[in-house]
Every structure is written in C-alpha cells, then in structure tokens.
C-alpha cells in the first residue's frame, strides 16, 4: 500500500506531477506523522514584537518550546539556521484561485488552483493562503461549507481561509451569517463599491454591513466608486482613447477616495469594521488615517504592485502585463504606501494574485472596455519586499513580519495559531537567508502563469526552507508537499485586534 505521494516542484518544471517517496503502510515511522520532532538551531526568531537568538523545538504540528541549546529526542531532525531569520509563514489575504482541482486551464481564466498556487506560496514563504468564493443563491451553508472545506481539503498544500462572495443578494446573505461565521468563514468581499448593483440595492448592502458588526464579520471592500469608474470609461472609449495605455485615467484616484469615504462613513454609522482591499494610492490612505486617528474600525491592505512599480509602466508596451484594478499610481502614492507600513496604517499585504499566462495578458484583443486584471506575484512577493523595504531600512523585520502575517492572522481571526512563532502556535516557520541574493527568471516560476512581473529585478533575501505545521514543504529549491495534505483554517469571529508595530528597531 502506498504511505504517502510527494508531489516534488523544482525550478522550470511545469508538469507538476512527479510522483515520489512512497512507503510500505506497515514500513517504520516516516516524516510526517504525528510523533516528528524538528529543531531548528541558532536562528533569530522575528515575530511583530521583537527578535530573539534561539532554538525551536516543533514536536508535531507546533511549536513545543523555544530557548537556548534545547536537547534533540531521539530520531529528531536538527537543522542548523545560524545567521538565519526564523519568520512566522505568511498569510496572503487575497489570491484569486481555482477552487476545484483538477480544473483544466481555460482561455480567459486564471490558471492557478490550489496545488499550482501552494507549491508558489511554499517557494515564497507562505504558508496560509486566503481566496474568495461565491455563495450561491440556491446553496444553504452547511452545502457551501462542505464544498468550500471539500475542495481545499482533497487538494490544497497551504492552508486556506476563505472570504465569502456575497454577489447580488445581501439581503439572503444577512440571514445566514451567523450560520456562515459558526463555520469559521467570517469575512466578505470584494468588489461592492465598483458594481453598477450596489447603489441599486444600497439598502439592504447597509443592512448587511450593520449586520456583520454583532456577528463578527470583517466586510472586505474594493474601493473604486462605480459611477466614476464608468462615466470615465465611457468618456475616454468615445474619445478614442480606449487603449490599455489609458488605464490610469479610466479609473482615476477621486474613485478610490469616494469610495474610501463611503467605506469609512458606513463603519462610523454603524460601528461594523471595514476593510479597505488593495490600496492604491496616498489620498485614499489619508482618508483612511483619518478615521483610524478617530477610533474607527478601518483597516487597510496594499498589494505587492504598488509598493515596487509606478504608473509609467502604462506607456510600455507590454501594458497588459501591468493592468490590475486599482490602477499603478505615481512615486509619491507609493512612498506614502511604505510610509503607512512603517507607521502601521498599512496593515496587510494582499497579493490579489491571479495566474495569468503572459499571453493571456497581452492578448492584443483588450482594450478599457474588455481588459484582464490581475497580476501574477505569489512566489516573488515577500522578497521584493524584503529586498526594497527592510534592507533599504523603509520597514523593519518587525514590521515586515507585521503586515505580512500578523496582522493578518489577527484580523481574520487566526491568531495565535497563524501569524507568530511562539509555543502552542502551529510550527509554521520560514528560515530566510538575509543576505542570498538572485535575480527573479520566468523559468523559476511555479505558478501556471509561468512567468513574472518582475523578472529580471535582482533581489536580495529569500526563503531557504518553508515549514507548514511541523512539516518541512520547501527545501533546496524544491516544494515537496501532498496534494490535501493543507487544511481548511476556520476563523473566529472578529474581534478588534491591536496592531499597530510596537518595535522601532533598525
């Protein structure tokens, strides 16, 4: 009989299917079962509130006991991480994935599903992943729920929590809330404010939004307003000016700020917390500021793009490759956006990736009316940051550990089991040469994009091995995981964490 499967990913490979280390069921202990011990030796410890030189012991799937010099069991892998960091996995809060697996790559879709995007998470340094997934009008919540859990189960490698698509019908979606958030889904999205509809049933949006408050529900908005988003459009397309190259001015920042507005007077009125998803530009972050410094319960998340490329990149002319809703603004959005990081207005970092082919994104067929949002950097995310914030001293390694993972885990309601490395926590840990330097290549990408935004960029720091609870995932440039072996993460209802950065060191 067969113990287990390991599906082994290495640098360029794109079949995603070698078959490797299988067992005889009746073989000795194998890596893997409950029993394992690991310790990681000699790494600085980096968590939100500080760092310390020590040893890990992970007996399981958490951490056992951290001190100096900790005595190996028996049969106990050592691994040695001297001039390491030792990071908490981080929690991506927004990727756009394929729920069902096997789901064959179609031509207008994202290509990644829960294998492809585990294995670039893995090779990234993530271990817990988010996605959005739609509650049907003709579902009720114990059948979303299995599904949801079903699906991540049979094939996911990172674990998963997953935020619930309201679509059209708040309304249907306020009366099963409660129900929705005892199963651990206890956050919404996305983009409310950018549909013709919301304003349509606005009434029963807010009724929603009142509601998720008392239920512990954190309510995830994209925010562009739609009107402005569509008359601009509509203006620039009758112009002649519907080319991509367009596309800062077809979604301008006024659309974000409105919306960011709205966002922040439906939590005033209602006390129900806000989260503000991708984060453009730094009016839409003052406005945000704002109703942080009055007690508000506003959050906000930035993703990857806007912190490392600027709106110039419109004029190029591979365009496509750079379009994602909202827009690419200029140089001063972006240094606003670190600044917020560093003073912790910025609270998470949402890669939104979605797994687009090059060519797909460069179909010449676009234009603002019929153009492919998205860009691919699960892998590459947590580097390029590393590389552009902490060595540039923009951020510190508390900070960086703050908006890429705790603070995530604290508001979706994960923490302390995600999030930190401290005993009783799951032994999700990343060891993290500082000082390794590469440049980023299409051909080491995993992700069924198979390329990346930022190829040819070299970077400094990166993940040398990837632990998800106990179990080494990323080794030696390889993800060698089993394909349902990452697990459904149910959330608890939310409650306002603190999360601001408490260290100031260099």
């Known amino acids: 009989m067969v113990r287990s499967i390991?599906?082994?990913?290495?640098?360029?490979?794109?079949?995603?299917?070698?078959?490797?280390?299988?067992?005889v069921a009746f073989a000795a202990p194998v890596w893997g079962q409950e029993s394992r011990e690991l310790i990681i030796r000699d790494g600085l410890?980096?968590?939100?509130?500080?760092?310390?030189?020590?040893?890990?012991?992970?007996?399981?799937?958490?951490?056992?006991?951290?001190?100096?010099?900790?005595?190996?069991?028996?049969?106990?892998?050592?691994i040695d991480a001297r001039g390491m960091l030792l990071l908490p996995g981080?929690?991506?809060?927004?990727?756009?994935?394929?729920?069902?697996?096997?789901?064959?790559?179609?031509?207008?879709?994202?290509?990644?599903?829960?294998?492809t995007g585990s294995?670039?998470?893995?090779?990234?340094?993530?271990t817990t992943l988010s996605n959005f997934i739609p509650f049907q009008s003709d579902e009720n919540v114990s059948e979303y729920a299995d599904g949801v859990i079903g699906a991540i189960e049979a094939s996911a490698m990172a674990d998963f929590f997953i935020h619930v698509v309201i679509q059209n019908d708040p309304a249907r979606f306020t009366a099963n809330i409660d129900e929705l958030a005892d199963r651990g889904f206890v956050s919404t999205g996305e983009d409310f404010f950018a549909r013709?509809?919301?304003?349509?049933?606005?009434?029963?949006?807010?009724?929603?939004?009142?509601?998720?408050?008392?239920?512990?529900?954190?309510?995830?908005?994209?925010?562009?307003?739609?009107?402005?988003?569509?008359?601009?459009?509509?203006?620039?397309?009758?112009?002649?000016?519907?080319?991509?190259?367009?596309?800062?001015q077809s979604a301008p920042i006024i659309a974000e700020v409105v919306a960011v507005q709205r966002a922040v007077a439906i939590a005033e009125a209602t006390g129900s917390p806000m989260y503000i998803l991708h984060m453009s530009s730094g009016r839409a972050l003052q406005v945000a500021e704002d109703a942080m410094a009055r007690g508000l319960p506003v959050y906000v998340e930035t993703r990857p793009?806007?912190?490392?490329?600027?709106?110039?990149?419109?004029?190029?002319?591979?365009?496509?490759?750079?379009?994602?809703?909202?827009?690419?603004?200029?140089?001063?959005?972006?240094?606003?956006?670190?600044?917020g990081i560093a003073k912790g207005t910025v609270h998470t970092i949402g890669t939104d990736h979605s797994g687009y082919t090059r060519a797909?994104?460069?179909?010449?067929?676009?234009?603002?009316?019929?153009?492919?949002?998205?860009?691919?950097?699960?892998?590459?995310?947590?580097?390029?940051?590393?590389?552009?914030?902490?060595l540039t001293g923009r951020i510190t390694l508390e900070q960086f550990v703050a908006v890429s993972s705790t603070n995530a885990a604290k508001l979706f309601g994960l923490f302390p089991r995600k999030g930190t490395v401290q005993v009783g926590s799951d032994a999700d840990i990343v060891i993290w040469d500082p000082s390794l330097t590469r440049t980023i290549t299409d051909e080491e990408q995993l992700s069924r994009s198979g390329y990346s935004?930022?190829?040819?960029?070299?970077?400094?720091?990166?993940?040398?091995?990837?632990?998800?609870?106990?179990?080494?995932?990323?080794?030696?440039?390889?993800?060698?995981?089993?394909?349902?072996?990452?697990?459904?993460?149910?959330?608890?209802?939310?409650?306002?964490?603190?999360?601001?950065?408490?260290?100031?060191?260099?």
């Open 6 to 23: 390991a599906l082994i990913v290495g640098p360029g490979s794109r079949l995603l299917a070698c078959l490797s280390a299988l067992a």
């Open 453 to 506: 935004t930022y190829s040819g960029r070299e970077v400094t720091g990166f993940p040398i091995m990837t632990i998800r609870r106990g179990e080494v995932v990323y080794e030696q440039g390889q993800v060698i995981s089993v394909p349902g072996s990452g697990r459904f993460i149910p959330g608890d209802r939310f409650q306002r964490p603190s999360l601001r950065p408490t260290s100031d060191r260099d």
């Open 360 to 390: 797909q994104k460069l179909d010449p067929t676009q234009d603002l009316g019929n153009k492919r949002l998205g860009l691919t950097n699960l892998q590459e995310y947590l580097p390029m940051m590393f590389s552009e914030g902490v």
């Open 119 to 126: 294995a670039a998470a893995f090779a990234g340094g993530v």
């Open 45 to 78: 410890i980096v968590t939100a509130e500080g760092r310390m030189l020590a040893d890990v012991r992970v007996v399981g799937e958490e951490v056992a006991e951290i001190g100096p010099d900790l005595a190996a069991s028996a049969g106990a892998r050592e």
């Open 90 to 115: 981080a929690v991506d809060t927004h990727t756009h994935l394929n729920a069902v697996m096997p789901d064959p790559p179609r031509p207008t879709r994202p290509q990644d599903d829960y294998v």
């Open 196 to 248: 013709e509809s919301f304003d349509a049933n606005v009434l029963d949006w807010y009724k929603a939004f009142r509601a998720s408050g008392p239920a512990g529900v954190l309510s995830m908005i994209h925010a562009e307003d739609y009107a402005i988003l569509a008359e601009a459009q509509e203006r620039l397309m009758a112009e002649g000016g519907g080319a991509l190259q367009n596309f800062a």
């Open 305 to 339: 793009m806007y912190l490392h490329l600027t709106q110039e990149v419109y004029q190029r002319p591979d365009v496509g490759l750079y379009l994602g809703g909202p827009p690419l603004r200029d140089k001063w959005d972006q240094d606003m956006l670190w600044e």
